[in-house]
């Protein structure tokens, strides 16, 4: 047998043309995969007055979630996801961060401008779903957070879904996390809240015309979460009517934070230390009624939130979850400092199936042990529904605190385009 020599070019180009002979078309790789997400543009104007001054802020934010989902062999599939956010501070051209690569911090939640935010594969035998990898949480208690673990679903029951979630790595630079900067442990442990792992289990449930859901979760050594949500809901007289109800609540194992904000090192130890918020349970319930007809839409609510002591609690780990609110900016249910009595009403006009008018009013009243602070929101909005996937919306929000103490006035308009 002769043996012929090829020189490494002549073997790179023999196995590029037999991949390429082996490869499946564009058009047969594409065919199983589905993609979803959005591409958004926002533009906000915020004003915060306080006693010693205003600060104002003008920013361009630019932000895309595409997720492809990808049928592998037999059961299994495979999702991957990137997100794309950006903001450059209006008339400022030195701090714009549309820069992608080395040095780049991005803005606020992932920690670079690109990045992959889901990377995780799924597989599903009858009714049951188990992912595994990087993913959103999907929890009552988050909204978008993300987090490296596992999720199970199973529904082998008519019009209930069962959940159980485990993850040891939570998305930390999340913004909407209220505790995030907070550290647990002893003066000297680097440790923040979300560290921690985060494990839950939920029923789901849904049968005309009562829906319900019951969530129970617990981050490590921090607190244990809890919710019920009922809504019931009915037509009667061509106006769509619903009464929602919800009791949740905190049960801290951990005694006590320290603030990282104030966080420092002790030049003889070269250990941290830091303020410490003591730290105590929490009680959330709320109601909400809602109606809707001929074109008109409206809503009445009330939240009371009581701390059982004096310390810090939290209801939702991160943004307000699936928690009933109202309003933009001024209820937070992440990091609860006071008892707080909140009522809102909501209304709107829908022209045409397309442009839709309507306001919001939210007022609430703190109690710090006695020392009470009041506090309202109200909101003008406008939404017009161009399309089915194309959105426009614009608001605007004014918060009045008690004694002039971080007023706030805060404009947004939005365009959306959902895959």
Known sequence: MKLVKLSLAAIVAAGALSSVASAASLEEAIKNVDVSGYARYRFDSKKITTVAGQNTANAHRFTSDIDFKAALDDNFFGVIGFRYDSVDASGERANAQTNVGWNDDGFGEYGQTFN????????????????????????????????????????????????AIAFDNLQGTDTDMGTRELFIGSNGANEHVYDRNLYGVAAIGSYDPVSFQVWYAALDSVAQLYALDVTLGANLGGADLS?????????????????????????????????????????????????????????????????????????????????????????????????????????????????????????????????????????????????????????????????????????????????
Request: aromatic share 14%; proline share 0%.
């Open 116 to 163: 992959v935010r889901q990377f995780y594969l799924g597989y599903t035998a009858g009714n049951t779903t188990v992912t595994a990898g990087r993913q959103v949480l999907g929890t009552f208690f988050t909204d978008d957070m993300v987090g490296t673990g596992i999720k199970v679903l199973n529904s082998d029951i008519s019009g209930l879904t069962l959940a």
């Open 243 to 419: 009464l929602q109800a919800q009791y949740a609540g905190s049960s801290v194992w951990a005694n006590n934070v320290r603030d990282r904000a104030r966080v420092g090192i002790d030049p003889t130890t070269g250990l941290f230390v830091g303020e410490v918020t003591e730290l105590d349970d929490a009680q959330f319930l709320a109601v909400k009624a809602g109606a809707k007809a001929f074109g008109f839409d409206g809503s009445v609510g009330y939240v009371n939130i009581n701390t059982q002591g004096s310390g810090a609690s939290l209801i939702s780990l991160e943004d307000q979850g699936a928690f009933i609110t109202a309003g933009e900016d001024l209820l937070d249910y992440t990091k609860v400092g006071a008892d707080q009595s909140i009522y809102f009403v909501t209304a709107g006009y829908t022209f045409a199936d397309k442009v839709r008018v309507g306001a919001d009013y939210v007022g609430a009243r703190y109690d710090n042990e006695g020392d009470y602070t009041d506090a309202y929101e109200a909101v003008a909005r406008v939404d017009y529904k161009y399309s089915k996937k194309l959105n426009f919306k614009t608001w605007y929000s004014y918060i009045d605190r008690d004694n002039n103490e971080n007023d706030a006035k805060h404009l947004r308009f939005e365009a959306r385009y959902n895959f």
